[in-house]
């Protein structure tokens, strides 16, 4: 495979062994299909046939529309789907630049979470995400190339989620500040329920 952006690329010849070998205009390594133009997009139509044959197997075999609970669904989605999209995503993450594969990954994303949401087929990616509470497939994409990169050392440092047992106290963040009876104010609220301390009801005097 001769690798190049030019449109016109001349034929190589290679032998082994007194026979021509043949050049081809893809091939996969390593679970990853490399074009001789490095535009990914043969490995975009492989992961969508494999991921979409899969959420219908699922479909089909297991009756998830009835059976399965949307924490069982999700699970799968994370352990099994997610990890066949993302696999060597920091290699192939430009396909993200072209608006038609990236339309063919978040239409995996979608299939998969009308099924976990039991929604209608007219619900939009966006809304799904925000009930399942999932990352938008094209930003998980984005942000593990990103965490390769710094992992590298090749980007800046990143955030991450930090763990509860390094969160701030409460006590030691939120300071309160306590009225003084002796100052003037210019308005008083109650809360009693009226405009007097002595009755019940609510109020503001000024």
């Known amino acids: 495979?001769?690798?190049?952006?030019?449109?016109?690329?001349?034929?190589?010849?290679?032998?082994l062994n007194n026979k021509i070998l043949e050049q081809v205009?893809?091939?996969?390594?390593?679970?990853?299909?490399?074009d001789s133009k490095m535009t990914f997009r043969?490995?975009?139509?492989?992961?969508?046939?494999?991921?979409?044959?899969?959420?219908?197997?699922?479909?089909?075999?297991?009756?998830v529309a009835w059976d399965l609970k949307h924490e069982t669904l999700k699970t799968i989605y994370t352990g099994v789907i997610l990890p066949l999209i993302l696999y060597g995503a920091p290699v192939w993450s430009s396909v993200l630049d072209n608006t038609c594969n990236k339309a063919k990954l978040i239409r995996i994303q979608?299939?998969?979470?009308?099924?976990?949401?039991?929604?209608?087929?007219?619900?939009s990616i966006e809304a799904l995400c925000v009930t399942m509470g999932l990352i938008p497939i094209n930003i998980k994409i984005e942000e593990t190339a990103r965490y390769y990169?710094?992992?590298?050392?090749?980007g800046n440092e990143f955030n991450q989620e930090m763990e509860v047992k390094h969160w701030t106290h409460p006590a030691n963040s939120v300071k309160i500040t306590e009225g003084q009876e002796d100052s003037k104010h210019t308005i008083h609220i109650h809360t009693d329920g009226s405009k007097s301390e002595h009755v019940?009801?609510?109020?503001i005097n000024k």
């Open 149 to 154: 990169e710094c992992m590298k050392g090749y």
């Open 25 to 34: 205009k893809s091939t996969k390594y390593i679970r990853i299909i490399f």
């Open 110 to 123: 979608r299939l998969i979470n009308i099924r976990i949401a039991k929604a209608y087929r007219t619900a």
């Open 42 to 63: 043969d490995h975009v139509n492989y992961v969508e046939e494999k991921c979409t044959k899969l959420i219908f197997t699922l479909s089909k075999s297991a009756k």
């Open 200 to 203: 019940v009801g609510s109020g």
């Open 1 to 15: 495979m001769l690798m190049s952006r030019r449109k016109r690329k001349k034929e190589v010849k290679i032998y």
